[in-house]
């Protein structure tokens, strides 16, 4: 496929995909919480992301590359953050009745996964930029893309 | 046809000859039993099996025979309910309410877009229903927020026949049941959950001692007692038992390596996800003595068909779909699938829920098409002939999701069919406080608990007024006509969709409407052409057919030399993987992360069967200090879900007419509790008080509560206790799993001089040995002056009667009370 987008775009993904693997980092690289089977989950899906972002990263960097290949790591990545999301709100229920955490380390998860998220609906008109919006629908779940693509209804 | 002999179970109240009988089929549970519905002077009157129907031979279920009670109840509602400016809902016009719907609609699409609109249906609906909201949903309004209760109940199983073979849909059927030489019913109580069909499968094993029965479930249920080998492992510990059973038939060479050679792919990381689950390791998690886990997987080894089955034990625990698809394993690598006598028949928990799942109603796209790939977009674009890019695209979002949604303000309508998720959902207090944060529209013959949050209520027609198909749990789509109007000012489903629509001014791409269809059977019509070539075409169907054939499986296309349709799944051992076969492209097992397109094509599975290497993970709440009972929560032989419509059977109230908790014999006398004495049981959530029923039925450690009870006014509902965490890959929510304390309901008495405990006892309604139970005392009963005794706040004797028919077949007790 060819690439769409500027050497621009793809320096403000590289920016937030950088936020984004930065906060995965102080998440996975904090001592386990409480030890709940959602945190062993959380931690098995920010694995997978932390390393499909590096990947990810390193293919931005170059010169020129597959675009079919960023596609997917981009596609896993939003996908990955989709379910870490839904765990991690489990994760603090489950925390909170349980009084298994403090209240602060609760809130601090709250915020980096919210910050998480932002930074990848920040650069959806990047990748608007790069796939188009035809393709984007099925690049970037729905959730993330606000206002919403769809046309002609 | 399966059964020798017919019986006809009849139930009619009327004065004279009924005028006439009206093909039907039953709409409770996900049996799917043929039924004529009895008319006299316009109204039902009664119900009797239809003695032709393969399924039932004229037998019919508890709740099946008094169903069609609801329909004359006094409360029924007769006119659309507004919310006013003061918070009361007053009666309107069928024209305002549509007029404010569809107002409220277009202001949310403007305001917030496509999916700030949600809708959450049922599984009880008709197809037809079904599809056009599905059609509605995506055509029209274009959102993703698309759900329905059979989330609840049945999404793990849909996730399971996606994950192992690509699309949804039930590989065995009953006829399979009636060959097996072996049948697994995991997490299944089929004795209460599906009466006739444990009669069949009763009634064959009486005849012949097969099939060797395995019962899998933390309580002894009544369908456990009949079982040759029965499994009472730990709450949770599912895929634990699952694993350590494929450990041994992998290590026993219990594997049929040509089939798992040119028909499955996965088999090397499945033999590396289950060497270290040896039966030690299996035992210590599960509970379970060594020799039991080893009986089971000998059996699973060795037999020459087998059927395993499943329900909401193994699809609402921890691991949902992971069981799913480890049962999938056991037959792939057995090479038990697609053959008489063998297969997966995990069942559907509702009556058509099935129908929901392939009409496109919930899920994916009609006709099991993948909402990921864009040659079914594409496809869709051109069936309904709108532009392709107006259509969602990607999964939908699940009720969990859509509560997320509203707490954080991104949803602005749901409108809630057919279901009463005040009372079905877990964790409900939650679901509540962001129900009230939306506008609601509830469509529903009563007033529920739901109906307290809702801004619309739009009343509906019931079971017998109206027309249409369903399909069961072994995709039979049986027919059902109407037998009668509905009372004047109630509308179908149907019909207010259509209504909606019109409304809305939904046109396909050339101007027409978008739903061009006036009647239930031409909406079937449409919905065949679109199943057309895809795995459950229906073209070969009409409703003639399906009530001349008494029903018919699917697939049935219009070529098939089949007129009854397709008995079992994979008899070609082609499984529908490849790239546009697939409904979905899958999902990580052990995360839930979606694949994407190009992941599931470089797994090359190419109509090859997909096995998959699992983890166990322990519930996410378990018993602890402060709560140190497990709970779980299921169902009673003689209610159906919130009991809308079997609470308003005079007969099946009565049976089972308020909520208890069942607590083992030896921890009621550790906390020494008297069997009927009200306790109120505590989560971390909220709590509710019951009576109390001492079993013996359960295991220590863990209480039973049935879910259908669920008041705002009393405090029963299972779901102020539950959790809300959710199965990561199928979404449905884990009920069977959570921790609680027992809390007795106590006042005090000072034992005074020249009092008796004889005395006191008869004061407060208690025997002797009640008060002396209640407070621990020994023989001979002594205390002293002044001692402070409890005396229980309240008693109720709880008692579930036996289900007569079914005690024709067996004799023992539904339950055994406990001496103490």
């Known amino acids: 496929m060819e690439m769409r987008g500027g050497t621009r775009d793809l320096a403000r993904i590289n920016v937030n995909l950088q936020r984004m693997l930065s906060l995965l980092l102080t998440v996975l690289q904090s001592p386990p919480v409480n030890h709940n089977p959602l945190e062993f989950r959380l931690r098995l899906i920010l694995t997978e992301e932390q390393n499909v972002l590096r990947r990810a990263l390193r293919l931005a960097q170059q010169q020129s590359f597959a675009t079919s290949e960023f596609q997917t790591l981009i596609a896993i990545i939003y996908r990955d953050d989709e379910v870490a999301q839904l765990t991690v709100r489990e994760w603090i229920r489950a925390s909170t009745w349980a009084r298994s955490a403090d209240r602060d380390s609760l809130v601090q998860m709250e915020h980096r996964f919210a910050q998480m998220r932002r930074q990848l609906e920040l650069i959806v008109p990047e990748l608007t930029q790069i796939f188009g919006v035809a393709q984007m629908r099925y690049i970037v779940p729905a959730k993330y893309r606000d206002p919403p693509l769809e046309v002609t209804r | ?820």
């Open chain 2, 1 to 820: 046809m399966s059964w020798e002999n017919e019986r006809i179970d009849i139930n009619v109240y009327s004065q004279g000859d009924i005028d006439k009988w009206v093909y039907s089929t039953c709409n409770l549970c996900s049996v799917g039993c043929g039924c004529y519905i009895a008319v006299k002077d316009q109204q039902i009157v009664g119900i009797k099996g239809n003695g032709a129907h393969p399924i039932n031979r004229g037998r019919l279920g508890p709740k099946g025979e008094h169903q069609w009670y609801a329909n004359h109840s006094k409360d029924r509602l007769l006119q659309p309910l507004l919310r006013n400016r003061s918070g009361q809902l007053v009666p309107a016009s069928w024209d305002e309410a549509l007029g404010l719907f569809v107002e409220k609609t277009q202001d949310v699409l403007h305001r917030m877009g496509s999916d700030a609109f949600a809708i959450y249906s049922t599984g009880q609906a008709m197809l037809e229903d079904y599809y056009t909201l599905g059609k509605i949903g995506r055509a029209g309004l274009g959102t993703h927020v698309i759900d329905a209760n059979a989330r609840l109940c049945t999404s793990s199983v849909q996730w399971g026949w996606i994950q192992s073979f690509g699309v949804d849909g039930v590989p065995a059927s009953y006829e399979d049941v009636d060959q097996t030489d072996t049948l697994l019913l995991f997490g299944h109580n089929v004795a209460e959950t599906g009466t006739v069909l444990w009669e069949r499968i009763v009634s064959r094993k009486q005849k012949t001692g097969k099939p060797y029965l395995i019962v899998v479930d933390p309580r002894k249920t009544l369908t456990a007692q009949r079982a040759d080998l029965f499994l009472q492992l730990y709450p949770g510990t599912n895929v634990a038992l699952l694993n350590g059973i494929l450990h041994l038939l992998l290590r026993h060479g219990f594997v049929d390596e040509d089939f798992v050679q040119m028909h499955t792919i996965g088999y090397e990381e499945l033999e590396k996800s289950v060497a270290h689950w040896t039966p030690a390791y299996t035992a210590q998690i599960t509970g379970l003595p060594i020799e039991q886990i080893e009986a089971a997987a000998r059996q699973l080894g060795t037999t020459r068909s087998l059927v395993s089955t499943a329900l909401q034990g193994a699809f609402q625990s921890t691991g949902g779909s992971k069981s799913s698809v480890l049962m999938n394993n056991i037959h792939l690598i057995r090479g038990l699938i697609g053959k008489p006598g063998s297969g997966p028949l995990q069942m559907a928990g509702q009556s058509s829920a099935t129908s929901n799942r392939n009409a496109g109603g919930a899920g994916p796209y009609p006709g099991q098409r993948n909402p990921d790939n864009p040659r079914h977009i594409e496809e869709m674009a051109q069936l309904w002939n709108v532009e392709a890019a107006s259509l969602p695209v990607g999964g939908e979002e699940s009720i969990e999701e859509m509560i997320n949604r509203m707490e954080s303000n991104r949803l602005g309508l749901i409108w809630n069919i057919h279901t009463n998720p005040m009372v079905s959902l877990p964790n409900r207090r939650r679901a509540r406080q962001a129900f009230e944060k939306v506008f609601v529209v509830v469509q529903d013959p009563f007033l529920t608990e739901t109906t307290e949050v809702a801004d619309i209520v739009l009343p509906t027609a019931m079971w017998g007024e109206k027309e249409g198909v369903m399909e069961n749990s072994d995709r039979t789509v049986n027919l059902l006509r109407k037998a009668v109007a509905g009372p004047a000012g109630v509308r179908s489903d149907f019909e207010i969709l259509l209504s909606f629509a019109k409304g809305m001014g939904f046109k396909d791409r050339d101007g027409q409407p978008l739903i061009g269809y006036t009647t239930p059977e031409a909406c079937f019509e449409e919905w065949k052409r679109l199943s057309r070539g895809r795995f459950c075409d229906m073209t070969g169907m009409t409703y003639a057919k399906l009530e001349s054939h008494n029903g018919m499986q699917w697939p049935a296309p219009d070529t098939s030399a089949h007129p009854r349709g397709t008995v079992r799944l994979y008899e070609d051992l082609h499984f529908r993987t490849h790239i546009d076969e697939v409904q979905s492209f899958g999902r990580d097992i052990n995360t839930g992360r979606s694949r994407t397109m190009a992941e599931f094509a470089a797994l090359h599975a190419e109509g090859r069967a997909i096995l998959y290497a699992v983890l166990y993970e322990p519930p996410a709440e378990s018993p602890s200090r402060d709560y140190p009972f497990w709970l779980t929560t299921g169902r009673l032989l003689w209610q159906w879900h919130t009991r809308t419509k079997t609470g308003r059977a005079p007969h099946l109230h009565l049976a089972a007419p308020q909520g208890y908790v069942e607590i083992n014999a030896a921890d009621a006398q550790v906390l020494a509790i008297l069997p009927g004495e009200l306790v109120r049981i505590e989560s971390p959530r909220s709590w509710i008080e019951v009576p109390a029923r001492v079993v013996d039925t359960i295991q220590r450690g863990l209480v039973f509560v049935p879910f259908h009870f669920g008041s705002w006014q009393h405090p029963h509902a299972a779901n102020e206790l539950t959790v809300d965490f959710v199965d990561p890959v199928s979404k449905q929510p884990v009920f069977k799993q959570a921790s609680c304390r027992i809390v007795k309901l106590r006042q005090n008495y000072a034992f005074q001089t020249g009092d008796t405990l004889a005395e006191v006892a008869k004061s407060h309604q208690l025997t002797l040995e009640q008060l002396a139970h209640a407070n621990r005392l020994m023989p001979p009963y002594r205390v002293d002056v002044g001692t402070e005794l409890e005396i229980p706040l309240s008693m109720v004797d709880v008692v579930i009667p036996p289900y007569l028919p079914y005690r024709e077949v067996d004799i023992k007790a539904r339950f055994e009370q406990s001496e103490d």
